[in-house]
Each structure stands twice: as structure tokens, then as C-alpha cells.
């Protein structure tokens, strides 16, 4: 299990993550959300040990992470929100780089790299280099990469940003067959509609604090809402949405 225990990050004084608290059993997929700023990344920093807390603790299997950060990154898949990846290198010199990294043996690196490639469509580009690549191309090679060693926890920071219909369908496909091993799969996104289809249950930051954790159909029940979109936007605005568009419309046209 992942234990989040009153998560808490400052910068100069001012408060972007704010005693956040949620858990993660295995089998279950957490959808991250929140607007803009609602400190969705900064909470995925450190929940991976790029940044560290203020406040607050962070278990994994019952052991605080700070124990031994390099045995926790080891079952930790990640896929940040920028891909950042060495533009020398090859799509499939990238992945042989991640997965020597992870101590897979080369048979089985070997094995699982070329399956990742076929499966995300990049069997034709594999030996090009990354600096070719599309944006797209280049998340999926960061997922191949968190893939590879098959982790216990896979934490995601907007998955499906570039990725072609078809890649997006194979993620969601994924995502549950993971939950469906028993894996902790942490999704924070923008794209609400994925989020319904795949979230055990969803997680709503506003302004750094949690303003709702619940599975989706409890929210709408709760809120008398017809989807989480409109659950979404009834946590998160200060206002409605129809007359910020008719003022921004006035604004640009006199």
C-alpha cells in the first residue's frame, strides 16, 4: 500500500501542497486531480523523491520512503509530464540504458524492449534518434521505460500528453490490466473522461488542499452531478464558466 500522512510543501513561505492525506491499495488506480497550480506536479516530486516534503510522510509497504529512497525507486515506474530524454540516443538504446539501470538481465531486456516498442508503434523508428521524435513518440517511450522492470507502483503525470488515439486506448488498457495484477497505479491528469472510465476512485485538490476522495459514482451521487467533469468544475470554479467565455469574447471584439 501507498500512505500519503498530511503531505506538505512551501516555497519562500507560501504553502502549493497542504496537509495532504490519501492511500493506495494494491489493485487500485488514485485519479490525481486538480486545475492549474492546485499542486498536482509538485505532489508527484515527492511522492517519486525528486523534492522533498515540508511536512508529512510518505510509507510505502508500511516503510517511510526516506528509509532507502534507492530500494523504493527501484519498484517505482514514473512518467513525468516533460520528456526528458537524451536526444543522442536511439528509442531503443534509451530503453537498453533504463533497463541495465533496473538490473534486468539482457535476455529479458531484450525480450520486454521489443514487445514495448511493437505494442506503442515505434518498432519502425526504434533505431532513430530521440531528437526526431515526436512528442508523442517521446511519452511513449517514457512509458516503455517505466514499464519495463515491472514495477509495484506506477505514478503517471499527464500519461497521455502527444499520444495518438490509438497509444491513449492501449494505456487505458493497460492501466487496468495492471490494477487487475495487483499493482498502485497514482494518475494525475487533465483528461477527465480517461480518469472516469479507468479511476478506482478519484482524489480533488483546490488551491493545494484536498476538497474531495471518493470513487466517481459516490461524487456525482453526492453532488447531484452527471459526470466527473461537472463534479471537476463544481470543486474547482469560483465561476461559471459560460460567463468567462462571453467576457473574454467582449474583451477581444470592442
Known amino acids: 500500500m501507498l500512505e500519503v500522512r498530511q503531505l506538505t510543501k512551501r516555497y519562500s513561505g507560501i504553502t502549493v501542497v497542504d496537509r495532504v492525506s490519501f492511500s493506495i491499495a494494491p489493485g487500485e488506480i488514485l485519479g490525481y486531480l486538480g486545475p492549474n497550480g492546485a499542486g498536482k506536479s509538485t505532489t508527484v516530486k515527492m511522492l517519486t523523491g525528486l523534492i522533498e516534503p515540508s511536512e508529512g510522510e510518505i510509507l510505502f509497504r508500511g516503510e517511510n520512503i526516506v528509509q532507502d529512497m534507492k530500494s523504493f525507486q527501484r519498484r517505482l515506474g514514473y512518467v513525468a509530464e516533460e520528456a526528458h530524454l537524451y536526444p543522442h540516443l536511439s528509442g531503443r538504446e534509451y530503453l537498453q540504458l533504463a533497463g541495465r539501470l533496473h ?19 515505434l518498432w519502425e523508428d526504434r533505431h532513430s534518434l530521440l531528437a526526431s521524435y515526436s512528442k508523442g513518440m517521446r511519452q511513449k517511450i517514457l512509458l516503455s521505460a517505466a514499464l519495463l522492470h515491472d514495477p509495484e507502483l506506477l505514478i503517471l503525470d499527464e500519461p497521455f500528453s ?16 495492471m490494477a487487475e495484477r495487483n499493482k498502485i497505479v497514482l494518475y494525475s491528469s487533465h483528461v477527465l473522461e480517461v480518469v472516469e472510465k479507468v479511476a478506482t476512485s478519484v482524489l480533488i485538490l483546490r488551491k493545494g488542499q484536498v476538497v474531495a476522495h471518493d470513487s466517481v459514482r459516490n461524487l456525482q451521487s453526492l453532488m447531484a452531478q452527471p459526470s466527473l467533469e461537472a463534479v471537476f468544475a463544481q470543486l474547482t470554479q469560483t465561476e461559471d464558466t459560460d460567463s468567462i467565455a462571453q467576457r473574454i469574447l467582449h474583451t477581444v471584439s470592442s
Request: proline share 0%.
Open 103 to 121: 538490473g534486468i538481465e539482457r535476455h529479458t531486456l531484450d525480450t520486454r524492449m521489443d514487445e514495448l516498442l511493437r505494442l506503442f508503434g
Open 162 to 177: 502527444g499520444l495518438d488515439v490509438n497509444a491513449a486506448m492501449v494505456l487505458r488498457s493497460l492501466l487496468r490490466a
